[in-house]
């Protein structure tokens, strides 16, 4: 179903696609490569590199392995995909979901040029996903959970399209404490990755709820650099986060 949030940040990210908007984080530069170790990044495409709008790094802690099929949510020009297909190979497969129809060309050119026959990208929204229930070895998403207005739903379809015994492996906005209902109904800085964040014991409660078991916050800093903070806002935080389907 698709909601007046879902149009404002497909608008956001088609025209960042586009290049008539620079950043997914308001008018700065802030969601950039420098969150990754910049040996991954050999051998991508620019515009791959040059699109990376995540607020961490997935790939690494998701201990990827040959012959794996990996989901990306969110997979905008495709960079996590392209980091990921080298790590399981070509007995393995990723695919990357993204709802913007600009990015999905972006991604689609960029695969072209990298000779991924092991990727794949389909449109799609992450609370209804166009994949096939346990599928999905290892889910990754890099700064997009945050701009659903449905996280329930997401997490919900995340443990429908994995594997018994899968896994997911995030990085994503979140908060110590709530922004208020006004800054809640700005929908331009939802889709700056900034309040459509939530509290971080509320984001894993989704997922523990959804039938995720053996969540861990790996690592949570602060995210001043990635989106632009304003005075009066909760602490908001950049977090990378595991967890596992259950096997049964």
């Given amino acids: 179903m698709t909601t007046p949030i879902h149009e404002v940040v497909k608008e956001r990210y088609g025209a960042i696609a586009s290049g008539t908007q620079q950043s997914c984080c308001g008018d700065s530069n802030c969601c950039d490569t420098q969150l990754y170790n910049v040996e991954l990044l050999e051998g991508l495409p620019a515009d791959a590199v040059n699109l990376s709008l995540g607020c961490g790094d997935p790939v690494t802690i998701a201990g990827l392995q040959p012959g794996e099929t990996v989901l990306d949510l969110g997979s905008g020009a495709g960079i996590d995909c392209f980091l990921s297909s080298r790590q399981v190979g070509p007995t393995g497969h990723v695919i990357g979901v993204d709802m913007t129809p600009a990015m999905l060309a972006k991604a689609n050119a960029n695969q072209v040029k990298m000779g991924a026959t092991n990727v794949e990208f389909r449109q799609g929204q992450i609370e209804a996903l166009p994949v096939e229930s346990n ?12 701009l659903s207005p449905d996280k329930a739903a997401v997490f919900s379809e995340a443990v429908r399209v994995l594997k018994p015994g899968g896994r997911i492996s995030v990085s994503d906005i979140v908060t110590e404490g709530a922004f208020s209902a006004e800054l809640r109904a700005n929908a331009a800085q939802w889709a700056e990755c900034v309040t459509g964040a939530i509290d971080a014991d509320l984001y894993t409660g989704l997922m523990a709820a959804a039938g995720f078991t053996d969540i861990t916050v790996v690592d949570k800093s602060n995210a001043e650099g990635i989106i632009e903070i304003q005075p009066g806002m909760p602490r908001i935080f950049s977090a990378r986060i595991t967890a596992k389907k259950p096997n049964a």
């Fill in 135 to 146: 599928s999905v070895d290892v889910i990754m998403s890099n700064c997009v959970i945050n």
